[in-house]
């Protein structure tokens, strides 16, 4: 049973933007905080960002000012808009829900320079 579905991935130039997209389901997104966290070839899994039911947010020091979190109630959807993307944010970005925890499959971001 698929619980948080991600989309948005794909291939850009460094100074480019991608939005990507977590859909889940209502139960998930109205009882949790959500995430999403990022895994690049060789590295640990990395929080890079969380926003609270109450829409506090925290980003990792390393996307604060060019990424942003928000989240659509109306949608059960949680967002995250990546704007100057650079090579090193290339990774596989995973939805995550807490204190629940459920993950979602990622989605693959590749920033070329």
């Known amino acids: 049973q698929v619980q948080l579905v991600e989309s948005g991935g794909g291939l850009v130039q460094a100074g480019g933007s991608l939005r990507l997209s977590c859909a889940a389901s209502?139960?998930?997104?109205?009882?949790?905080?959500m995430g999403w966290y990022r895994q690049a070839p060789g590295k640990q899994r990395e929080l890079v960002a969380r926003?609270?039911?109450?829409?506090?947010?925290n980003y990792a020091d390393s996307v604060k000012g060019r990424f942003t979190i928000s989240r659509d109630n109306a949608e059960n959807t949680v967002y995250l808009q990546m704007n100057s993307l650079k090579p090193e944010d290339t990774a596989v970005y995973y939805c995550?829900?807490?204190?629940?925890?459920?993950w979602g499959k990622g989605t693959l971001v590749t920033v070329s320079s």
């Open positions: 995550h829900t807490d204190p629940m925890e459920y």
């Open positions: 926003i609270t039911r109450g829409d506090t947010t």
């Open positions: 209502r139960s998930i997104f109205s009882n949790n905080a």
